[in-house]
């Protein structure tokens, strides 16, 4: 029997048991308290007469379910499968989703331009705002509480990628735009810290799918990914201190001579 047909008569095996506690609940319902107990009484007596013969339990096999309960532990299995490919389907199309949400997040950022998310901290919103959604993402996977750690672990792998475009795509905006705000060393400072910031929420979203168990494919790409960012944060830095290269050539120099006068 196909999976779609067990599926079927699951459904009609659920309508049909609704059905019957619906019937019993308005009996419940329309009856006396009196009468309530005079029948529980009624039912009790006779499931204690035929618990010796069990014809109890051939009654509410026969009478209640169309598939053997083995058939639909097996349907279990079949529509894991089935939500399984709905979930990666999901995964993919959330690709778009969060690349939209990260241009709108900078975009904003950018008009606004690059204030501290607060006061206490050294970068902008725009970082929050992409972890929010990456976070978000990330509580769907876990609270499907998938049984299956291979499955759970395919979803996390998935997942993954759609981390590394984003972060990525947040560092070449960075990039692209740091030649504009290099000379001034509030922003430019920002866009440092901002990409910093990847470094540090990535490594939480690491600890939060519990890095050791996860597939060896999945830790490589997100150790990768750390390591192209620190690339990253390493070029936005040579080219903040470039800008104060003379400056500090021509300090160094003046030093040097009251050095000489004192010796």
């Known amino acids: 029997m196909s999976a779609e047909m067990i599926w079927k008569c699951l459904s009609d095996d659920l309508a049909n048991g609704l059905a019957q506690h619906t019937i019993t609940a308005k009996y419940y319902f329309n009856n006396t308290e009196e009468n309530i107990l005079d029948s529980l009484s009624k ?3 006779l499931r204690d007469s035929s618990k010796s013969t069990g014809q109890d339990k051939v009654v509410l096999k026969s009478g ?11 349907l279990c299995f079949r529509v894991k499968c089935w939500f399984e490919g709905l979930v990666l ?50 509580d769907v996977i876990r609270k499907l509480e998938c049984p299956d ?50 470094r540090v929420q990535l490594e939480k979203v690491y600890e939060n799918m519990a890095r ?6 999945t830790r490589d790409r997100l150790s990768a990914l750390q390591g192209r960012l620190n690339e ?6 040579i080219q903040l201190t470039d800008q104060f290269e003379p400056g500090v050539r021509l300090h160094a120099r003046e030093c040097g001579k009251l050095l000489q006068k004192v010796s």
């Open 43 to 45: 039912v009790n007596k």
């Open 212 to 217: 050791e168990s996860l597939e060896s494919n």
């Open 149 to 198: 750690k291979q499955v759970e672990g395919q979803f996390f792998h998935r997942f993954s990628l759609t981390v590394e475009k984003v972060l990525l795509a947040y560092a070449d905006r960075v990039l692209a735009d740091f030649s504009t705000y290099k000379t001034d060393q509030r922003v430019a400072c920002i866009l440092v810290n901002n990409t910093q910031q990847l």
């Open 232 to 237: 990253v944060v390493d070029k936005l830095a």
């Open 89 to 138: 389907i999901w995964l993919a199309e959330n690709d778009e989703v969060s690349a939209n949400y990260l241009r709108n997040a900078y975009d904003r950022d950018k008009q606004d331009g690059f204030q501290c998310s607060s006061e206490h901290v050294l970068y902008s919103n725009s970082v929050v705002d992409v972890f929010t959604q990456l976070n978000q993402c990330f």
């Open 64 to 74: 209640m379910n169309k598939i053997k309960s083995s058939d639909y532990m097996n």
